[in-house]
T-cell receptor, first 108, second 115 residues
Framework: ELKVEQNPLFLSMQEGKNYTIYCNYS?????LYWYRQDPGKSLESLFV?????AVKQEGRLMASLDTKARLSTLHITAAVHDLSATYFC????????FGTGTRLTIIP | NAGVMQNPRHLVRRRGQEARLRCSPM?????VYWYRQLPEEGLKFMVY????????ESGMPKERFSAEFPKEGPSILRIQQVVRGDSAAYFC?????????????FGPGTRLTVL
């Protein structure tokens, strides 16, 4: 059974700082997703990573995938308040399995 | 092109009542997925349906829960005799073609509160 673990679960950052969220998954996965969820809202798709070494960037967010290590990272550069949200990774193998989420709070 | 639509957005039921949650997939999408999100947790897969077929219901509780996706109309997640532990946000997602590897698009969710 595919298991997905994220860390940290909670993260408070100052504006302007950099940080990385880690996502480990336990078995082979077809693809890896990153989603953002604002309180009381649905999930917004951020990135889909398809192959080993894949790197995608959008604004201050960059996601990467290492299929050999079964690890994906979401790197935040020069954080701004608008990035405060909960971020989920999800791995696909027969079905989509979500991590527990990382609640990110950006402090002015 | 409208996104995935769910209704109601908020639903309050008393213990023992029935809850019906509806999901209309994006236009052209024939695959529907239901997920449950408990407070402070990630989403948990419940069921995967195509029109008139249940493909994978491995995440559905064995009792009280059922899902359908008829030839016409929205997909329905039905919870009979609700209990407090059923309080959660229920999200529906849809995909276009080959469900297993196609990107899923999520609806806004239905937040169920059981009193």
């Amino acid at each position: 059974e595919l298991k997905v673990e994220q860390n940290p679960l909670f993260l408070s950052m100052q504006e302007g700082k950099n940080y990385t969220i880690y996502c480990n998954y336990s078995t082979t996965s077809d693809r890896l997703y990153w989603y953002r969820q604002d309180p009381g809202k649905s999930l917004e798709s951020l990135f889909v990573l398809l192959s080993n070494g894949a790197v995608k960037q959008e604004g201050r967010l960059m996601a990467s995938l290492d299929t050999k290590a079964r690890l994906s990272t979401l790197h935040i550069t020069a954080a701004v308040h608008d990035l405060s949200a909960t971020y989920f990774c999800a791995a696909l193998n027969e079905k989509l399995t979500f991590g527990t989420g990382t609640r990110l709070t950006i402090i002015p | 092109n409208a996104g995935v639509m769910q209704n109601p957005r908020h639903l309050v039921r008393r213990r023992g009542q029935e809850a019906r949650l509806r999901c209309s997939p994006m236009k052209g999408h024939s695959h529907v997925y239901w997920y449950r999100q408990l407070p402070e947790e990630g989403l948990k897969f419940m069921v995967y349906l195509q029109k008139e077929n249940i493909i994978d219901e491995s995440g559905m509780p064995k009792e009280r829960f059922s899902a359908e996706f008829p030839k016409e109309g929205p997909s329905i997640l039905r919870i009979q005799q609700v209990v407090r532990g059923d309080s959660a946000a229920y999200f529906c997602a849809s995909s276009q073609v080959i469900g297993r590897t196609d990107t899923q698009y999520f609806g806004p969710g239905t937040r169920l509160t059981v009193l």
